[in-house]
């Protein structure tokens, strides 16, 4: 689906790819490519959480809390938010957000979103990704696929 930004991630820059597996991908998206921010997405196209699969739903939970503690560790963030709307992307997908104690109580929760084209950084993005994939495979303890492998 040429049209879906979340497919298109399967051609994603390798050095944008935190993981992938079979089911799941990690990536730094353009548009959303802030230093500390990532995008978990079901890798086949699937409308909406209530479109994944038994499997699908079986991993999420594990992906998502691994991911979540590797960017903890690598931003040292007081704050790392899972964020999942489905709206302008309805293929199932979530903002791993870190958020650092310089954002103003304003800015914080769902508030993070208004901060990101001030905060757009590709480089530096890009830049945290071999260090989150590392601390992802450690805590995930699998041995994780990068630089545009599709397992």
């Known amino acids: 689906m040429s049209d879906?930004?979340?497919?298109r991630m399967e051609e994603a820059d390798p050095d944008?790819?935190?993981f992938r597996?079979?089911?799941?991908?990690?990536?730094?998206v353009p548009g959303f490519d802030v230093p500390g921010w990532f995008v978990l997405r079901v890798r086949r196209h699937a409308l909406r959480i209530g479109a994944?699969?038994?499997a699908e739903l079986a991993t999420y939970g594990r992906r998502a809390r691994d991911l979540v503690g590797a960017v903890t560790e690598v931003t040292g963030a007081p704050a790392t938010y899972?964020?999942?709307?489905?709206?302008?992307n309805p293929h199932f997908h979530?903002?791993?957000?870190?958020?650092?104690?310089?954002?103003?109580p304003e800015r914080r929760m769902a508030g993070i979103l208004t901060q990101r084209e001030d905060r757009l950084d590709p480089a530096g993005a890009l830049a945290m990704?071999?260090?989150v994939a590392a601390v992802y495979a450690r805590l995930s303890g699998s041995?994780?696929?990068?630089?545009?492998t599709s397992s």
């Open 4 to 7: 879906c930004l979340p497919c």
């Open 16 to 18: 944008a790819v935190v």
């Open 21 to 28: 597996d079979d089911l799941w991908a990690c990536e730094v």
């Open 52 to 54: 994944l699969t038994d």
């Open 82 to 88: 899972v964020l999942t709307f489905g709206e302008a």
């Open 94 to 104: 979530s903002l791993v957000a870190a958020r650092g104690e310089e954002v103003p």
């Open 129 to 131: 990704v071999p260090t």
């Open 143 to 148: 041995d994780v696929l990068r630089a545009g």
